[in-house]
């Protein structure tokens, strides 16, 4: 927020429980950081769906998410 108070995100996502294709799932992420300060940071996330009966992956959904770092001017 930009008075400097926190706000806590919701959180938790809703799977029907009854996919009896694609029971169980997690998500993989790598993040870039930027490389100086006020530089932007990365987060990819890829969701993957782990299917039946094998075990093999499939890709449910990708997003990247940016930032804006707080190190660099401005933000001390």
């Known amino acids: 927020m930009a008075d400097g108070r926190r706000r806590q995100a919701a959180a938790g996502a809703v799977r029907d429980a009854r996919d009896l294709e694609h029971p169980y799932g997690f998500a993989a992420f790598t993040v870039a950081p930027g490389r100086h300060p006020d530089d932007t940071t990365t987060m990819h996330a890829a969701c993957y769906n782990v299917n039946k ?20 001017r401005g933000h001390r």
């Open 53 to 72: 009966p094998g075990g093999e992956l499939s890709v449910f959904e990708r997003f990247t998410l940016h930032r804006k770092r707080s190190d660099g």
